[in-house]
Nanobody
Framework: VQLQASGGGLVQAGGSLRLSCEAS????????VGWFRQAPGKGREFVAA????????RYRDSAEGRFTAFRDNGNHKVYLQMNSLKPEDTAVYYC?????????????????????WGQGTQVTVSS
């Protein structure tokens, strides 16, 4: 499984960015895909996760109402639409895949549950 994240950049506070994550793999539609981020000097933290077909999406509290994660299984892509960005959202964002999922179940929020990781994409929000 290979992952490719893209879409990061520099944006002013209040602006928007859409990150995308493209993955290889025949059974992509059944996998959970998570978004995590790591700011300088901080640990990696959960942002959002999209379950496989039919399951729920989960967000960290600070992302609720501002970020939307969704997937396009036909193109093997998952997106993270980020609106109302704040300087504290500045970080390197990573997408990851969890193949060991229960169909219809909620996606994992702990990074160690994800087996495959893409390279990060930098998001910088200026004040």
């Amino acid at each position: 499984v290979q992952l490719q994240a893209s879409g990061g950049g520099l944006v002013q506070a209040g602006g928007s960015l859409r990150l995308s994550c493209e993955a290889s793999g025949r059974t992509f539609s059944t996998w959970a895909v998570g978004w995590f981020r790591q700011a300088p000097g901080k640990g990696r933290e959960f942002v959002a996760a999209v379950s496989g077909s039919g399951g729920p999406t989960r967000y960290r509290d600070s992302a609720e109402g501002r970020f939307t994660a969704f997937r396009d299984n036909g193109n093997h892509k998952v997106y993270l639409q980020m609106n109302s960005l704040k300087p504290e959202d500045t970080a390197v964002y990573y997408c990851a895949i969890d193949t060991l999922v229960i169909p219809g179940g909620a996606p994992a929020v702990r990074d160690y549950e994800y087996e495959y990781w893409g390279q990060g994409t930098q998001v910088t929000v200026s004040s």
